[in-house]
């Protein structure tokens, strides 16, 4: 079974732009989550999704945007992009229908780097 | 507010040694899962072990154990006969069952884990 697959791996971009990336989850799995990884904060949950609809959030502000398609795969938007969103931005998929044995599948993550 | 806390930011331990790593959280929760995830230098994150918060027993997967103590809010993990494919960071993690989902993961800061030849 292919895993958790995100593009673009790396990005770079410039400040008050605005970025797009996307996740594929693992076959069958429903629900897809979203994790900022920043040196100074660690790990920050952003958003989780199930059957296209979100079903989480995190403490981020509006300018962090998500989606879900019909297939799972999920896209996570960030517009007017700061120095501050450079991070290492992680999805998990998950069955996400039992917590008793749900359990998180990690993409390999993209970097975004914002100059 | 949910927390949780590594207070090792980093360690080192000989190979086939035995390690522990500390975590505590903070929860008013009583139903909640907690995890071990592992982030080796090629920065794919893999699940270590998991622990459901309603069983007694501790939870092990092979070299790996935890000790989880609910009154104290202490979830440690121990590493045994290292081994230099277990160096990486270590992430513990809580989840609390809002609508069946886990995807909502709240993680400590790390350790970040050496093991020396």
């Known amino acids: 079974k292919a895993g958790v697959t995100q593009t673009p791996r790396y990005l770079i971009k410039t400040r008050g732009q605005q970025v797009t990336l996307s996740c594929s989850p693992i076959s069958g799995h429903r629900s897809v989550s979203w994790y900022q990884q920043t040196p100074g904060q660690g790990l920050q949950f952003l958003f989780e999704?199930?059957?296209?609809?979100?079903?989480n959030k995190g403490n981020f502000p509006g300018r962090f945007s998500g989606r879900q398609f019909s297939n799972s795969r999920s896209e996570m938007n960030v517009s007017t992009l700061e120095l501050g969103d450079s991070a290492l931005y992680l999805c998990a998929s998950s069955l996400g229908l039992a917590a008793d044995t749900d359990t998180q599948y990690f993409g390999p993550g993209t970097r975004l780097t914002v100059l | 507010a949910q927390t949780v806390t590594q207070s090792q930011p980093e360690m080192s331990v000989q190979e086939a040694e035995t390690v522990t790593l500390s975590c505590t959280y903070d929860?008013?929760?009583?139903?909640?899962?907690l995890f071990w995830y592992k982030q080796p230098p090629s920065r794919q994150m893999i699940l270590v072990i998991r622990q459901e918060a309603y069983k007694q027993q501790n939870a092990t997967e092979n070299r790996f154990s935890v000790n989880f103590q609910k009154a104290a809010k202490s979830f440690s993990l121990k590493i045994s006969d290292s081994q230099l494919g277990d160096t990486a960071m270590y992430f513990c993690?809580?989840?609390?069952?809002?609508?069946?989902?886990?995807?909502?993961?709240?993680f400590g800061k790390g350790t970040k884990l050496s093991v020396k030849p």
């Open positions: 929860t008013s929760e009583n139903n909640y899962y």
């Open positions: 999704y199930f059957s296209e609809t979100q079903r």
């Open positions: 993690a809580f989840t609390s069952n809002y609508g069946g989902s886990q995807g909502n993961l709240i």
